[in-house]
């Protein structure tokens, strides 16, 4: 009788052996597509992370074409009003003015150059006069130099890149107001430079008949 028990568990052992070598590949596969759904899940929801960020990074550095955002002059002046920033360097900003080859105008600043420390607004103004026998429109170009030196100019009116329409000897006055950034004067890199220029150049708009 006991030989008969033993050879009836044997029996059933050998019977149960093919389920559980089937039943281990199904759970090892079930535990793979979880291990996978949750790669997936974590990838997605990184994609979706990686958006903004990205984002962040091209308007940071302006990588991928993206415009930068940059601090405007408005908010500049009124950041230095509540420090309280205080300078004493003084700056000769003198003023330049050329038209193209082809433009019958008279271009020319009204002032010479003005004196202004960092921090401060200036106003200067340039004059144009059409001087030939119909009217025509033109638009300017600028730089200011030192280049290095530019990126704490800061234009808060302008009249470049905006078109010019005069009637045969019209003759108008453009101002240019302008404010020189704080940061000038603590920056190492501006050393020894107390003069900047700031130029302007009209070219002539071609006009369809």
């Not at 302006?62 to 205080?86: D, N, P």
């Not at 003015?97 to 008279?106: H, I, L, S």
């Not at 006055?173 to 130029?199: A, C, H, K, Q, W």
Request: with cysteine; net charge neutral.
């Amino acid at each position: 009788m006991r030989s008969y028990n033993l050879e009836r568990s044997s029996f059933w052992i050998s019977l149960q052996r093919p389920y559980a070598s089937l039943a281990s590949p199904e759970q090892k596969s079930n535990k793979m597509l979880l291990y996978l759904m949750g790669l997936v899940f974590a990838m997605v929801g990184c994609s979706y992370a990686a958006v903004p960020l990205y984002r962040r990074f091209c308007q940071a550095t302006g990588y991928g074409g993206t415009v930068q955002r940059r601090e405007s002059v408005e908010e500049k002046i009124v950041r230095h009003a509540k420090e309280g920033t205080l300078t004493s360097r003084e700056i000769i900003v003198q003023f330049n003015a050329d038209v193209a080859d082809g433009m019958p105008w008279k271009f020319v600043p009204t002032q010479r150059e003005v004196r202004v420390k960092p921090g401060e607004s200036a106003l200067a103004f340039y004059t144009a006069e059409n001087r030939s026998s119909t009217p025509i429109t033109g638009v300017s170009t600028y730089n200011v130099t030192p280049m290095k030196a530019a990126v704490y100019f800061n234009k808060i009116q302008c009249f470049c890149f905006e078109e010019q329409r005069l009637l045969p000897g019209e003759q108008i006055d453009m101002p240019v107001f302008f404010y020189i950034d704080p940061e000038f004067e603590t920056d190492p890199r501006m050393d020894g430079i107390n003069n900047l220029i700031l130029s302007y150049t009209f070219f002539k708009v071609s006009e369809e008949d």
